[in-house]
């Protein structure tokens, strides 16, 4: 059977579950459900959120790559991930590059898009700003939602991004001096694509946040403006990264 993979463009998960589906070798067909509405009603019926790989009446989903894996029938060993203490000095050192890329933005480039997603890189800015909220939500309250992805009605410029981005990251340090220093993160919690540890989980948010922070230096670069502080293969070595900017 052909192999189905539910998508949207600018979904940085999407992308990641493409390219790995197309490195195995397997017929698949990509299905972009933006224009599938009854696609996306049967995601919603079944309480999953793109993107989603199906094999017959098999659907998992494709943030959770060994799940696509198993689906596929190919055999997987997960990329090491790196230690709870070099991902938290990645984040800030990370977070420092994307203070620097929404400071150079203009209202020009918060309105544009990537190609085939009607999606502002203002919005795409606030997730830079604001997804590490997840993972310290999963943290506390052992439960991880999306909320934080959204752009809430009281960010509306520049200077309230940067103030969102100052705010996560000094409650990401508080959890981590407080709480998180000397902690393994094994826990397992819940989450929209399954039961992962939170290790994986503050893994997730971090190149998540990075996947969106290179989208944004993209767009500087179209508007023909060179990054300050461009991201280099320092802040990207150990994240498990789609290959593409964007789909």
């Known amino acids: 059977m052909t192999v189905e993979a539910y998508w949207m463009p600018g979904c940085s998960s999407c992308l990641r579950m493409k390219e790995f589906i197309a490195a195995s070798g397997r017929d698949w067909v990509a299905i972009n459900a933006d224009e599938r509405p009854d696609i996306r009603a049967e995601l919603e019926a079944r309480g999953m959120v793109l993107p989603v790989a199906r094999l017959g009446d098999r659907w998992v989903s494709g943030v959770d790559l060994a799940a696509v894996a198993d689906l ?10 790196l230690s709870p203490q070099e991902l938290v000095a990645r984040y800030n050192r ?12 203009t209202d020009e480039m918060f309105a544009a898009t990537l190609p085939g997603r009607d999606r502002p890189m203002f919005s795409v800015a606030c997730q830079v700003s604001a997804v590490m909220r997840a993972f310290l939500e999963a943290y506390y309250d052992d439960l991880h939602t999306t909320e934080s992805y959204r ?3 009281t960010v509306r410029t520049k200077e309230d991004l940067l103030d969102r981005l100052d705010e996560t990251r000094r409650r990401f340090n508080a959890w981590w001096d407080e709480d998180g220093f000397d902690d393994p993160l094994g826990r397992v919690t819940e989450t929209y694509w399954g039961h992962p540890t939170l290790l ?8 998540h946040t990075t996947q969106h922070l290179r989208q944004l230096q993209y767009v500087l670069r179209e508007f023909g403006v060179e990054p300050d502080e461009p991201l280099t293969a320092a ?8 290959e593409g900017i964007h789909d």
């Open 235 to 242: 802040n990207l070595a150990g994240l498990p990264l789609p």
């Open 94 to 105: 990370n977070l420092d590059v994307a203070r620097a890329t929404i400071s150079q933005m």
């Open 151 to 153: 752009t809430p009605e």
């Open 72 to 81: 596929l029938g190919v055999p997987y060993e997960p990329p090491v991930i």
């Open 200 to 207: 994986e989980v503050l893994e997730r948010e971090l190149w």
